[in-house]
């Protein structure tokens, strides 16, 4: 089974930065639109933010717009989320997810083939 692998999380002060990391290992990840999602402890699992697989076009939810920045390095197989100005209500398990050639990106969870197992980002008052 295919995993993505996440990296970066940790804990911060609120108003701190952290960047995460993404890889898809034994996959064309040029061929993917990629996302990442984030749970707290008894929430469902909400978008963040999504960047399409060819025009590179980004998508974010209201909560982080302006603050995080998502980007991709095909050439490293690797998505990034940039995270800044981080607040205590940011703090979840944050999930790397990857969709296989869609026609755009979408805030819809159920339409992502992959996932990882999840990077913690706690972020202190």
């Known amino acids: 089974q295919v995993q993505l692998v996440e990296s970066g999380g940790g804990l911060v002060q609120a108003g701190g930065s952290l960047r995460l990391s993404c890889t898809v290992p034994?996959?064309?990840?040029?061929?993917?639109?990629m996302a990442w999602f984030r749970q707290a402890p008894e929430k469902a699992r909400e978008f963040v933010a999504a960047?399409?697989?060819?025009?590179?076009?980004?998508d974010y939810s209201d909560s982080v717009k302006g603050r995080f920045t998502i980007s991709r390095d095909n050439a490293k197989n690797t998505v990034y989320l940039q995270m800044n100005s981080l607040k205590p209500e940011d703090t979840a398990l944050y999930y790397c997810?990857?969709?296989?050639?869609?026609?755009?990106?979408?805030?819809?969870?159920?339409?992502?083939?992959?996932w990882g197992q999840g990077t913690q980002v706690t972020v202190s008052s």
């Open positions: 997810a990857a969709d296989y050639l869609p026609w755009t990106i979408t805030t819809d969870v159920m339409k992502y083939d992959l």
């Open positions: 960047i399409h697989w060819s025009t590179d076009n980004t």
């Open positions: 034994g996959r064309t990840f040029s061929s993917y639109a």
